[in-house]
């Protein structure tokens, strides 16, 4: 099959046009997920008019440039940065421009910034790792194997000695403390480096805010933490508020969203509780919602999984009637590049 263009016709129209104050939700299951849409939402933004003909042709008529700030609490930069390498994207060198800024939401996640931050949470969620190692005797050369490795040194402050070891990232995020208290610290931290992007230049661009699976935060935390559905979606809102559009993405496999109380009469688990009220509840304030799901008939070697795209509760009344409701199929292929089409088509 021929190489595709990085955005597909089909698809363009609803990554790259985006209205103010609008959230878009793209859902994923195990088997269809959602990093190449994100992907395409990402080129729609921040690809040259050489590369994306329509995001070019919009620069031309608005005079704006698009930002985009990537909060990712399931997938790490260098993911982020390889993937996007093969749709002509270099993330690095966005970065440097002030077009882009990375936020990883989940390798120092409940790590506490500093050694004296107390662990204030259960399982030790919130504490840091071990700086010292306890007083043993000198290992000593076992038959068969070489000498014992060298002790690594200290690593004292994470943030920092990481940070300047992996430039691109903007912040690493950090869940210290319970509640609220701790959505709070996130939040100013994701806003600290929205509102550095929009001071970059003199002219405030349009901002674009993806959140990639912020529904792990719900998973790992929950109610016994002080945090449930309805404060994960006012958090949501809050982030909303400082940004043009908002992109967020998140999992509806069937155990997490049909789960609740139809498995043999047995209660739902919190967490189907929860996700399930965090999803729908998403899915009525959306402008759009874009479900990923793999085919009902199993998996067939052209064609990767299903799109539907439908308007959400929060689409109004007064916007464009052109704007179709549709459910195609998608491709992703080797090399990276995915084709989008009709059912009935190749």
């Known amino acids: 099959m021929p190489s595709q263009p990085p955005l597909p016709p089909l698809l363009a129209p609803y990554v790259t046009l985006l209205p103010e104050s609008s959230l878009t939700l793209a859902s994923s299951i195990l088997g269809a997920t959602s990093n190449w849409l994100v992907l395409r939402f990402l080129h729609a933004a921040l690809s040259s008019p050489s590369l994306n003909p329509a995001f070019g042709a919009d620069e031309t008529q608005t005079g704006i440039k698009k930002k985009v700030v990537l909060v990712s609490f399931l997938r790490s930069f260098d993911f982020w940065k390889t993937e996007a ?20 939401g989940l390798s120092e996640l409940f790590y506490a910034p500093d050694a004296s931050t107390p662990n204030t949470s259960p399982a030790g969620l919130g504490s840091s790792p071990r700086t010292t190692l306890p007083l043993r005797s000198p290992p000593g050369v076992m038959p068969g194997r070489g000498p014992p490795p060298a002790a690594a040194p200290p690593r004292g402050n ?50 674009v805010l993806i959140l990639d699976q ?32 908002t992109v967020l993405t998140l ?11 139809v498995s043999a009469g047995q209660p739902a688990t919190p967490i189907e509780t929860e996700h399930a009220t965090f999803a729908i509840g998403l899915a009525h304030r959306a402008r759009s919602v874009m479900q990923l799901r793999t085919l009902e008939t199993g998996a067939a070697k052209d ?29 992703i292929q080797r090399d990276g590049g995915v084709s989008v089409f009709g059912r009935g088509e190749s």
């Open 85 to 104: 390498k093969r749709l002509g994207l270099d993330l690095g060198r966005l970065a440097e421009k002030q077009q882009f800024a990375f936020i990883d």
């Open 158 to 207: 994470i943030s920092v000695t990481r940070a300047q070891a992996e430039p691109g990232i903007a912040k690493k995020l950090h869940f210290t403390g319970r509640g609220l208290a701790a959505l709070d610290l996130i939040e100013k931290n994701i806003i600290a480096v929205i509102e550095q992007q929009k001071s970059s230049v003199e002219e405030i661009d349009e901002l």
């Open 214 to 245: 912020p529904d792990l935060l719900l998973a790992a935390t929950g109610p016994t933490m002080g945090i449930g559905a309805t404060e994960i979606a006012e958090w949501v809102t809050g982030l909303q508020q400082h940004a043009h559009a």
């Open 251 to 261: 999992a509806t496999d069937a155990p997490l969203i049909h789960n609740a109380s």
């Open 303 to 331: 064609v990767s999984g299903v799109l539907r795209i439908s308007r959400g509760g929060g689409w109004s009344a007064g916007e464009e009637e052109s704007w179709e409701e549709k459910e195609v199929l998608y491709f």
